[in-house]
């Protein structure tokens, strides 16, 4: 009796079981170039100079075209280093728990007088709480224009925008970190792009700068209780014919909240009265 071959899949088919077992396994490439751990991160090679390796809560290294997810605690320390010089992490935040209230870029460009982001920002959700600090900013080029790309912008330019393709779309991954918190593409934030930067001239045209090399560090306090989702995809106006988007490694650490006395907590107005904010709103579920 002859042996019926197994039917090949095509390369990017998953409609039948031989197909979806194919395209998992092409998968495996893509998922060595990722290292995840989660609390406690005791054994991670990556603690910051300084940081005692037992107060590390998050280390993972997110390749191009993937995302990640985690729930911290106010005053821990999220720090992202773009470590081959060209990651774009579309970051979407809200108030864990309570996801109505999230990131407001509008909020944070608008109560801020700056539309570029960089060390000393706030970013505010739309109930004029911080959310984040940004404690430490070595690259200085970030986006609060334009937003996560779409599956629609990917599959015009790259040809697929799918989650599960080669060249997945920002908010189509970002809707993969929110299903793992129980939430739709409804309960999505708006987001702001790091390292990545754009400049507005006089009539308002956005210009691509791009970023500004390896080894880039970001470093975000939590103010409040946060779910944090991000994705490391190309930005929207990235000239570049082929989809690129190299490692980011999120590292996350204890330490406080910015409290009274601080200096960031007097550095404006306008950043005393939403860190206040948050600070009385946890108070008061204390």
Known sequence: MTETPEPQAEPSATGSTYAARDHARAQEAAAAATERAWVPATTS????????????????????????????APGTVLELTDLDGDACVHLALAWAGTPWERLCVPDTVKVQWNAYLGQGSLLLSDQGRALVSLVLDESGRHDAFCGATASAQNEERYGDGTPWGPTPAARELLKLAAAKHDLSARDLPQTIALFKGLKADGEGRLHWLGGTGPGRRVRLLAEAPLLVMLANAPHALDPRE????????VLAWRERPTAPGDARWDATPEGRRALANTAARIGAAA
């Open 242 to 249: 082929d989809y690129t988007a190299t490692p980011v490694r």
């Open 45 to 72: 090679p990556h603690a910051p100079e300084g940081i005692d390796p037992e107060r590390l809560l998050w280390a993972e290294t997110v390749a191009g075209g993937g995302y990640a997810h985690q729930v911290i």
